[in-house]
């Protein structure tokens, strides 16, 4: 992914023809020790390549080092994270691995060098996440206020559904781009793509720098002030109206409604434990502390035999109670140590 990511061995890139053959080489080695692979769609106008992205559903009783060892025989192989790189003919492999429920999602995610960052940009403006996981929203204790905390609510990973959602024709991308162009006028073809979504004054710092290394992402810019595609940016109560009925249409297409008041719920709760219930109320019994999350297990004991039962006390009682109750455990601990 990048085609650098190998440092001991020297790779060099691959014209088309020779890339497509190498392509099948790969893939033939993985018959019958691979149950599922694939590689991202490519565009087949492109002239030159600097790896070879191979997604794979890989069993556990499979050791994806020794599988490249054995059947590759590599100089260097670099592991990171799920990704493992490594060289074949002078050339850089990428093997990703990705669990089977996520594989087909994240076959599309990487295609097109960028087509999940692009979408990714889109939904994120909209209030949503896309990844190669596929699509999600993330659900804060308060709603549009990112400090609080939040949990994750998974929409789908089925990727025609996704695409229904986003406006997207599943057809036209599963029969293929045959050059860029046709594949950033079908990016625009969401119906919630805006052009000032892409601005650069719409973007943090981090992602202004992880946008000027793509270069698909840079083509696309051009390509929407070639078309002079623009649009008025939203205020703020604009912005805000938008993603909330959007992450409400999300909810109810996606018929996750239920799991949202959960997640909302779950964040709240959370959030109440944590006001009534820290290792500040513990932090004047002694000097170490290294002994407070001692004192909050066996103050803990007193009223709950499992986590959960007590997390369940502390929500159902109000901060003077637990405060209170506090109070005599430290009297008795003193008492004990006199």
């Known amino acids: 992914m990048g085609g650098n990511a190998l440092k001991k061995v020297v790779t060099r890139r691959y014209a088309r023809d020779e890339y497509y053959q190498l392509k099948e080489r790969v893939l033939a080695k993985l018959q019958g020790r691979i149950e599922k692979y694939a590689v991202p769609k490519e565009f087949p106008s492109k002239e030159s390549f600097g790896d070879l992205d191979v997604l794979l559903v890989c ?25 493992s790189s490594f060289d074949f003919e002078e050339f850089q492999i990428d093997f990703i691995l990705t669990p089977a429920d996520q594989f087909e999602n994240a076959i599309v995610y990487l295609s097109y060098s960028d087509l999940g960052g692009l979408i990714g940009n889109i939904c994120h403006k909209i209030g949503l996440k896309y990844g190669i ?16 905390t939040s949990t994750k609510l998974s929409l789908s990973a089925d990727v025609r559904q996704i695409f229904e959602f986003l406006g997207y024709d599943y057809e036209t991308y599963s029969n293929g781009f045959a050059n860029e162009t046709e594949f950033y006028r079908w990016i625009i073809s969401s119906k919630y793509f805006r052009r000032f979504f892409f601005d650069e004054d719409q973007l943090n710092h981090t992602h202004r720098q992880r946008t000027s290394k793509r270069p698909i992402y840079i083509k696309f810019i051009a390509f929407l002030d070639q078309e002079q595609i623009s649009d008025k940016a939203w205020s703020d109560d604009e912005r805000d109206q938008f993603i909330r009925t959007t992450r409400e249409q999300a909810l109810i297409f996606f018929g996750k409604q239920q799991d949202y008041e959960k997640g909302l719920s779950l964040r ?9 219930f820290s290792g500040h109320l513990f932090t004047d019994i002694n000097d170490s502390k290294t002994m407070i999350s001692v004192h909050m ?12 039962a007590f997390r369940q006390w502390v929500l ?6 637990i405060r209170t109750e506090v109070d005599k455990f430290r ?8």
Not at 297 to 308: L, P
Not at 331 to 338: A, F, P, R
Request: charged content about 40%; overall charge negative; hydrophobic content about 25%.
């Open 59 to 83: 069993p556990d009783s499979v050791k994806i080092q020794d599988l490249i060892e054995e059947l590759f025989h590599p100089t260097e192989i670099h592991t990171n994270g799920d990704v």
């Open 133 to 148: 996981q596929g699509l999600w929203m993330n659900v804060h204790t308060k709603e549009f206020d990112p400090t609080t």
């Open 268 to 276: 709240d709760d959370k959030r109440q434990f944590r006001q009534k």
């Open 297 to 308: 297990k066996n103050f803990q004991r007193r009223f709950a035999e499992t986590e959960e």
């Open 316 to 321: 159902d009682n109000d901060e003077q109670t």
């Open 331 to 338: 009297d008795e601990l003193k008492t004990k140590s006199t």
